[in-house]
């Protein structure tokens, strides 16, 4: 019964060619995170959705989209992957109820590029 | 967001209690401590949670000091599949702005 689903969980993509990955949840939170992971790193916020609103960190690069067209599903879109973007990418939800509700993580998808 | 320092990795026998610190001096006084692990290959795992007061669930026991300057995450009874990354994340709660911030965290190893 997992609550927060990663497909697939290995995509390889060719350099420059434009890729999404998914994600949906059963848990109907209000907020919705995409982290990047690479190799022996900590994950790194890209950006998240507060229910329809978007909100982008600073450092991401324009490369990187989002989409949530409903509560339940959410996209990361790579427009033209480079050999830097392989990593593996983390897909977490949350409930703000104006608490301090922990998140929930998928199992990512882990993102090579040839 | 207050910054955690963590000790890069520990071991752990199977079966003894596991003690992960973690220092966060610059906490503000509404900053929770938030504790996650990641075992290899999988998303993070969240574990626990607290203010200043000691919080235990069926997963840990977490201590506060009672200046909130450090905090240790206990693992009563380590078994190998507890191997993983420790995340100590110091972190406001709620609204649009809430997130985590991520450092290197500590490997736990637990030995058989």
């Known amino acids: 019964d997992a609550m927060v689903i990663q497909n697939p969980r290995y995509q390889v993509t060719q350099f420059g060619k434009p890729v999404t990955l998914s994600c949906s949840q059963t848990l109907n939170h209000n907020v919705m995170y995409w982290y990047q992971q690479k190799s022996s790193q900590a994950p790194k916020l890209l950006f998240h959705y507060y229910d329809k609103d978007f909100n982008n960190e600073a450092d991401t690069p324009d490369n990187f989209q989002s989409r949530r067209p409903n509560t339940s599903f959410c996209f990361l879109d790579i427009r033209s992957p480079g050999l830097g973007d392989a990593a593996m990418y983390l897909c977490?939800?949350?409930?703000?109820?104006?608490?301090?509700?922990?998140?929930?993580f998928g199992d990512g998808t882990r993102l090579s590029i040839l | 967001d207050a910054k955690t320092t963590q000790p890069t990795s520990m071991d752990c026998a199977e079966g003894r209690a596991a003690n992960l610190p973690c220092n966060h001096s610059?906490?503000?006084?509404?900053?929770?401590v938030y504790w996650y692990r990641q075992i290899h290959s999988q998303g993070p795992q969240y574990i626990i949670h607290?203010?200043?007061n000691n919080e235990t669930n069926e997963m840990a026991s977490l201590i506060i000091t009672e200046d909130r300057k450090s905090s240790t995450l206990i693992l009563p009874h380590a078994t190998l599949r507890d191997t993983a990354v420790y995340y100590c994340?110091?972190?406001?709660?709620?609204?649009?702005?809430?997130?985590?911030?991520f450092g290197k965290g500590t490997l736990l190893t637990v030995n058989p």
């Open positions: 994340i110091v972190r406001a709660g709620g609204g649009s702005n809430y997130k985590l911030t």
């Open positions: 977490a939800t949350r409930f703000d109820g104006g608490g301090r509700e922990p998140q929930h």
């Open positions: 610059t906490i503000s006084g509404n900053e929770y």
């Open positions: 607290g203010l200043k």
